[in-house]
């Protein structure tokens, strides 16, 4: 296969996962976002790479955004929001990081390709973007990207969907998002 063709395969494979998810996905996760005090984020990887990645659009938004792990996020509590990460269902830090959310009061936002895993039987709210993960990349009718390569490039194009349907229901300009941007870089 040719690089135009792989490439070609490719963002054929994304947006077939996007036209699934979309729009009934991003309508989910906008209510416990915008109803929610503050918003605590997290993820492992690469997943957790696009976890950053919608942590910074929500701060864009002029929304009270933090990443877990972070030496200025502050203490969760009932109100709060944490979203969390789990591709293929389960990983052990982001299953402790719920348990001690919904121990503090807080509900739980589940982005996932496997909602019959662990995580999102235990979440609030489950966002199901059924991609390939590392779970099931052996199979030889899978996707033409390495290991979980399809479920983190889905993850980045609906997150940024995701803040264009939230620009576009709060009423946010381009402008407004582009003065929370830091002046530090």
């Known amino acids: 296969m040719t690089l ?9 494979e994304v947006a077939a996962v996007l036209g699934q998810a979309l729009p009934d996905q991003a309508e989910a996760m906008s209510a416990p976002i915008l109803n929610a005090r503050r918003i605590a984020l997290y993820g492992v990887g690469r997943e957790g790479l696009m976890i950053k990645a919608l942590a910074m659009r929500l701060f864009h938004m002029g929304l009270d ?3 877990v792990g972070d030496m200025t996020t502050p203490r969760i509590a009932t109100g709060d929001l944490l979203i969390v990460s789990a591709g293929p269902g389960s990983f052990s830090t982001v299953a402790g990081l719920v348990e001690e959310a919904r121990s503090a009061g807080a509900k739980v936002l589940c982005v996932t390709a496997e909602p019959g895993g662990a995580v999102p039987r235990s979440a609030d709210y489950v966002v199901h973007l059924p991609a390939q993960t590392m779970a099931n990349d052996r199979d030889v009718s899978g996707s033409v990207l390495p290991m979980g390569s399809l479920f983190e490039a889905v993850m ?6 995701l803040i264009l349907h939230l620009r576009a229901v709060t ?11 830091t002046n530090m870089e």
Not at 4 to 12: D, F, M
Not at 156 to 161: A, T, Y
Not at 171 to 181: K, L
């Open 171 to 181: 009423g946010m300009s381009a402008d407004d998002m582009r003065a929370n941007h």
């Open 4 to 12: 135009s063709e792989l490439g070609s395969r490719a963002t054929a």
């Open 65 to 67: 955004a933090h990443m």
């Open 156 to 161: 980045f194009m609906f997150f940024e969907i």
